[in-house]
């Protein structure tokens, strides 16, 4: 191990929780200040390791949520039934605890200003994490390139960063933000009110001439039906990246 | 729930990935034998319930890569891919 900690930029590292944030019921960000870190790019994650007190350990990867201006780490964590590892990071973590990560991981389905845009952004659920990595790069660089968010989700309380992408959208040159709620709708929700399709997409994104940068991240149907749908309208698959959760969506 | 539920990234396999190689390989690129297809590695289908990690072709599902660790040991069998283009 001794040569791989030579050789590798994949080392585990502590962090220390400076704060958390309660984002949904269900989810929550935890922001931490990690020495030495050697920065990222928006959309690569990093591994977490919990080890218990008989040294059995436990590793999930989680996506960055923090742009790759901001000093400090932010992960954002749904807390899924019965994960070993979610339900400790969004129940029992507290400030001033250290957690175990290595990073960051990844380079495939990554953004940055300089790659231009348009950017058109697909989330399902707690796929819009990575995409708010993107997002909030977007938000500080000069000119911010176009920019489009698709993103699902069951219902109006369930969706991470609400405020956030409501503020972002309001300044000249934000995103355009366009929520789907699956499940359940407030009064008066004049919204999408179903599962991303191909009449959703058609009347949301930009004609394939444009060649959109385009990230689709959530669980692995929601990923694969959008990702057959985009290209169907005449998007190439090249200019699609998808990352897929699996079968849990988080 | 059937395989198609599983199925997850390439960009997944980065973390066993960076523990093997020095460079950044959800980039690499990855030639398949059945289908000739070239993509990154993380564009590709990856598997991470079977006993060993398995990453297929996206275009035609052929096997690429098996990933197994035991005791600290890494095998890695390439026996569907033509060629890995690293860097």
Redesign the interface.
């Known amino acids: 191990m001794a040569r791989a900690a030579v050789l590798g930029r994949l080392n585990w590292r502590l962090g220390e929780v400076v704060e958390l944030i309660d984002e949904t019921p269900r989810v929550r960000s935890i922001v931490l200040d990690v020495p030495d870190w050697p920065g990222h790019r928006a959309g690569q994650h990093v591994d977490v390791r919990l080890t218990a007190d008989d040294g059995y350990q436990a590793q999930r990867s989680y996506s960055i949520a923090s742009a790759p201006e901001d000093r400090r780490v932010t992960l954002t964590v749904e807390r899924l039934p019965d994960g070993e590892v979610s339900t400790y990071l969004v129940d029992d973590l507290r400030p001033g605890d250290a957690l175990e990560l290595r990073g960051p991981i990844g380079g495939y389905f990554a953004w940055e200003a300089a790659m231009g845009g348009p950017l058109l952004l697909v989330a399902g659920g707690s796929g819009i994490v990575p995409l708010m990595a993107m997002l909030r790069h977007r938000a500080v660089s000069v000119p911010p390139a176009a920019a489009r968010l698709i993103y699902s989700s069951r219902m109006w309380e369930e969706i991470i960063y609400r405020d956030e992408l409501e503020r972002l959208a309001g300044q000249p040159d934000g995103p355009e933000v366009i929520h789907t709620l699956t499940r359940a709708q407030p009064p008066g929700w004049t919204g999408y009110a179903r599962r991303v399709d191909s009449q959703m997409l058609a009347e949301t994104v930009w004609s394939p001439s444009s060649m959109p940068a385009t990230f689709v991240c959530g669980p692995t149907s929601f990923v694969e039906a959008v990702s057959h749908a985009l290209v169907l309208l005449g998007h190439e698959a090249k200019h699609i990246k998808t990352e897929r959760f699996g079968p849990t969506g988080g | 729930?059937d395989d198609?539920?599983?199925?997850?990234?390439?960009?997944?396999l980065?973390?066993v990935l960076?523990?093997v190689f020095?460079h950044?390989m959800?980039?690499a690129r990855i030639a398949c034998d059945g289908c000739g297809a070239v993509e990154?590695?993380?564009?590709e289908h990856a598997y991470?319930q079977a006993p060993g990690i398995v990453l297929r072709c996206l275009h035609c599902e052929d096997l690429l890569l098996v990933i197994t660790r035991r005791g600290?040991r890494y095998r890695l069998g390439f026996k569907g891919s033509r060629w890995l283009q690293i860097g």
């Open positions: 729930m198609a539920d599983l199925r997850v990234d390439g960009n997944a980065a973390g960076g523990e020095v950044e959800t980039s990154p590695i993380g564009a991470m600290g």
